[in-house]
């Protein structure tokens, strides 16, 4: 069975890099699409991006210009970046698998880390 | 963008009851519908897909139809662990957009 955990620092200061990563165990992370989910407090769920492990990305247009993703298989690993954060990027960051299979075939997300608390604050 | 929107925002309903809650999609997605339950503090977890799929382990007073843009999600007899905020999504093409969420509590 497939589970992420989502590492990383939980408070970061305005205009700074967000940066987490996403550990994947019980499975290679070279078999699926790798994303990347965010709720702000009391709030919607909000996809951020994906990844494939051949480094193939996609991202939501409304964070595109501030949002990089990248993978390390050698250490089954994905990892997100978001520049430039405000207030407003204060949430909990999910990490899931998904919105692919394997063969390209779009998916649900079926499997979530237990998510990270990020707050931008100085 | 395809937009999800999400019919109530929030109900209150008794132990027993039937519960139903809609999603409509602005743009064809075919059947490719996902709905999760978000339990208070808990990660959303994947109820069903392609709108009528129950995924494994999932209670069978869970059901789903629809084929657009019309999507509905049933409690047959709700129970007080369903208690939660449920969410559609659809992950027919990017980007993969999320109803804003109905939250179920008892009454």
């Known amino acids: 069975q497939v589970q992420l955990q989502e590492s990383g620092p939980g408070l970061v200061k305005p205009s700074e890099t967000l940066s987490l990563t996403c550990t994947v165990s019980?499975?290679?992370?070279?078999?699926?699409?790798w994303s990347w989910i965010r709720q702000p407090p009391g709030k919607g769920l909000e996809w951020i991006g994906y990844i494939y492990y051949s480094g193939s990305t996609n991202y939501n247009p409304s964070l595109k210009s501030r949002v990089t993703i990248s993978v390390d298989t050698s250490k089954n690993q994905f990892s997100l970046k978001l520049s430039s954060v405000t207030a407003a990027d204060t949430a909990v960051y999910f990490c899931?698998?998904?919105?692919?299979?394997?063969?390209?075939?779009?998916?649900?997300?079926?499997?979530w880390g237990q998510g990270t608390l990020v707050t931008v604050s100085s | 963008d395809i937009q999800m929107t999400q019919s109530p925002s929030s109900l209150s309903a008794s132990v027993g009851d039937r519960v139903t809650i809609t999603c409509r999609a602005s743009?064809?997605?075919?059947?490719?519908l996902a709905w999760y339950q978000q339990k208070p503090g808990k990660v959303p977890e994947l109820l069903i897909y392609a709108a009528s799929t129950l995924q494994s382990g999932v209670p069978s007073r869970f059901s789903g139809s629809g084929s657009g843009p019309d999507f509905t999600l049933t409690i047959s007899s709700l129970q007080p662990e369903d208690v939660a905020t449920y969410y559609c999504q659809k992950y027919n093409s990017a980007p993969w957009t999320f109803g804003q969420g109905t939250k179920v509590e008892i009454k």
């Open positions: 899931a698998k998904g919105p692919r299979d394997v063969t390209g075939r779009v998916s649900p997300f079926d499997y």
């Open positions: 019980g499975g290679s992370i070279t078999n699926y699409y």
């Open positions: 743009q064809g997605i075919s059947n490719f």
